[in-house]
């Protein structure tokens, strides 16, 4: 069996698997016979059992054909608009160690280099966040690191001044240690105006190689909420800079 998912902290029941028979095993807790839950089940064979599981855990787990409700953006374009047209808010979950961006690779080499950083080619962005920012709206993130920041990383830090002072950004972190003892799970996606998730795929390099759109109403609230435990335990910017210095 691959295991799917669980619901339990300890990474136990209840729990989701996909076997190579083209089924799914639940793993839940027993309902003893004397139950009424067994006097309700309909025509319950010998060979047959009830377990009990949280409704969400169904909703989170079980495989589900792409649907209507989910499919991968094409276009440059179509990926710029999510930025340029949200109504109201736009939130970010990052969790990778290191992004492969080709537009971002001659200056994370000159921060290696121990060069001043040159952040004139961040204005397209962050004038667009600030124009957001005016109207009220909200770009935030959180990004999950571990305890030892990467290089990368630390390019990163060091032109988040930027994102907040320019942009107006609200951008936190959060240590993994923490993000794996609340659940969080090891995503990266967007959420747009609390109605449609953008979940990020890499590959190994950090490179992005398909952007995924989400509508099902049940899997963004779950994204939603993965934003709201983040939110609750990260460490604003201001205060992360100074307790981790990037240079």
């Known amino acids: 069996m ?7 902290i300890n990474g136990g029941c209840p729990a989701v698997y996909e076997t190579d028979r083209n089924t799914v095993v639940i793993q839940g807790w027993k309902i003893d016979r004397s139950d009424e839950a067994y006097r309700d089940a309909r025509n319950l064979e010998e060979n047959e059992d009830l377990v009990e599981v949280p409704r969400e855990l169904l909703e989170r787990f079980v495989p589900r054909k792409q649907s209507p409700a989910s499919y991968d953006l094409e276009t440059d374009e179509q990926w710029n608009a999510l930025f340029r047209d ?4 736009a939130r970010r979950l990052e969790t990778r160690d290191h992004y492969d961006v080709s537009y971002e690779r001659e200056h994370f080499d000159r921060f290696l280099a121990g060069e001043d950083t040159d952040v004139a080619w961040m204005r397209p962005w962050t004038d667009l966040m600030r124009e957001h920012a005016d109207q009220g709206k909200t770009v935030a993130r ?8 990467t290089d990368y990383l630390r390019f990163e830090l060091d032109l988040t001044e930027c ?8 951008i936190r972190y959060l240590d993994r240690a923490t993000a794996e003892r609340v659940g969080l799970p090891d995503r990266d996606f967007w959420l747009f105006d609390s109605h449609t998730v953008v979940v990020l795929h890499f590959d190994e390099e950090g490179r992005r190689v398909r952007t995924e759109v989400i509508t099902d109403p049940a899997l963004v ?9 983040a939110f609750q335990h990260a460490t604003a910017y201001e205060k992360f800079v100074k307790e981790h210095p990037p240079r």
């Open 86 to 89: 949200f109504k109201h808010s």
């Open 2 to 8: 691959t295991f799917s998912g669980t619901d339990s």
């Open 221 to 229: 609230i779950e994204h939603a909420r993965w934003l709201d435990v």
């Open 163 to 170: 994102n907040v002072r320019d942009g107006k950004e609200d």
């Open 142 to 149: 959180v990004r999950v690191v571990p305890a030892q920041l």
